[in-house]
Nanobody
Framework: QVQLVESGGGLVQPGGSLRLSCAAS????????IAWFRQAPGKEREGIAY????????NSQDSVKGRFTISRDPAKTPVYLQMDNLKPEDTALYYC??????????????????WGPGTQVTVSS
């Protein structure tokens, strides 16, 4: 049974940092991509960072490039999201998700069918 659990959220001041963790079990990480999504109040859920199964290639949304970094040890969990220079607009519920990663498919296009319950990130002074 696939399970994903996020941790590391909390309250941080603007300009601060947090590191989110996504612990995954029940599948072989080599064949699955992991992504971080977030949903702010009144807004649609958006994908912000992705990491492929094999090779650990990463991709991120423009709004977080240079500030957020997704990473993991090869073929291991957890998967991390290092968030630096946080802004109030980063306030959201952050989810990790996983999907089967077939060769030739971009990580952004994978149907992410497995989700964690989410962890809240609040950026405020």
């Amino acid at each position: 049974q696939v399970q994903l659990v996020e941790s590391g959220g909390g309250l941080v001041q603007p300009g601060g940092s947090l590191r989110l963790s996504c612990a995954a079990s029940g599948f072989t990480l080599d064949y699955f991509a992991i992504a971080w999504f977030r949903q702010a109040p009144g807004k649609e859920r958006e994908g912000i960072a992705y990491i492929s199964g094999r090779g650990g290639k990463t991709n991120s949304q423009d709004s977080v490039k240079g500030r957020f970094t997704i990473s993991r040890d090869p073929a291991k969990t957890p998967v991390y999201l290092q968030m630096d220079n946080l802004k109030p607009e980063d306030t959201a519920l952050y989810y990790c998700a996983s999907g089967r990663h077939y060769a030739g498919v971009a990580v952004r296009s994978i149907p992410y069918g497995y989700w964690g319950p989410g962890t809240q990130v609040t950026v405020s002074s």
